[in-house]
């Protein structure tokens, strides 16, 4: 009924840029926060950036300064353009969004994209 289908992962050099892309598409009544999270192996998933309908955007400490989400809220789509990648920032990506789905009522729903690799070698 919902699905996100993220891209824009891969390998990169330590020092270099990626931009990943998650595209919502289905049912959809409105989208509102969405955000980007990772989950490197043998850690917990965390939260890297989110950002809410109206643009105003959050960020973990570790990537303030290097990483940039955005939205375009026309194309339902959630941007993360991730530079001066290093090593540790090497793990799997997942898309996040809080979705009122039509037929649904009211009420919004966290949905997961499958997740993009990002691997920073040095």
């Known amino acids: 009924q919902v699905q996100l289908v993220e891209s824009g992962g891969g390998l990169v050099q330590a020092g270099g840029s990626l931009r990943l892309s998650c595209t919502v598409s289905?049912?959809?009544?409105?989208?509102?926060?969405m955000g980007w999270y990772r989950q490197a192996p043998g850690k917990q998933r965390e939260l890297v950036a989110s950002?809410?309908?109206?643009?105003?955007?959050g960020y973990a400490d570790s990537v303030k300064g290097r990483f940039t989400i955005s939205r375009d809220n026309a194309k339902n789509t959630v941007y993360l353009q991730t530079n001066i990648l290093k090593p540790e920032d090497t793990a799997v990506y997942y898309c996040?969004?809080?979705?009122?789905?039509?037929?649904?009522?009211?009420?919004?729903?966290?949905?997961w994209g499958q997740g993009t690799q990002v691997t920073v070698s040095s």
């Open positions: 996040n969004a809080k979705i009122i789905v039509l037929g649904m009522g009211m009420s919004q729903y966290d949905y």
């Open positions: 950002i809410t309908r109206g643009g105003s955007t």
């Open positions: 289905g049912s959809i009544f409105s989208i509102n926060g």
